[in-house]
């Protein structure tokens, strides 16, 4: 069996956290829940997940604020970061990937769909770390 890969969302949506992980679980990731940018920085550091799925509106701090963070310190630079939020337009998400996000999502999500993206995503980010 492979290894569990372990994800961490940062939502501060306390609905779309519960759809999330009761997915993630149903594909066999192990889930790690924080409600803002400063619990998900430290879960971060504390659990040191296989990926962040982070949101980017949130209360205390933005995700992009928690992804600087996170790309900085490298205890956690390498950790995949996928941007999961409702800012879709071009110049977001490029400013998010200019900024060290590793992918992508934008809500509305298939969440049945999401784990096998998240394994689609992070083997994109393995192969490209590869060559």
Known sequence: MAEQISVL???DEPH????????LKLDGFTVYLAEDGVTGLKLAHDKHPDVILLDWLMPLMNGLQVLTELKKD?????????MLTAKGMLS????ALDMG??????KPF???????TIREKLEKC???TRS
């Open 74 to 82: 490298s205890s956690t630079a390498h950790i995949n970061v996928f």
């Open 16 to 23: 779309i956290r519960r759809v999330l992980e009761y997915n």
């Open 101 to 106: 996000a590793d992918d992508y999502i934008t």
């Open 9 to 11: 969302v940062v939502e």
């Open 92 to 95: 977001d998400v490029t400013q």
């Open 126 to 128: 393995e192969k490209a």
């Open 110 to 116: 298939n969440p049945v769909q999401l784990g096998k």
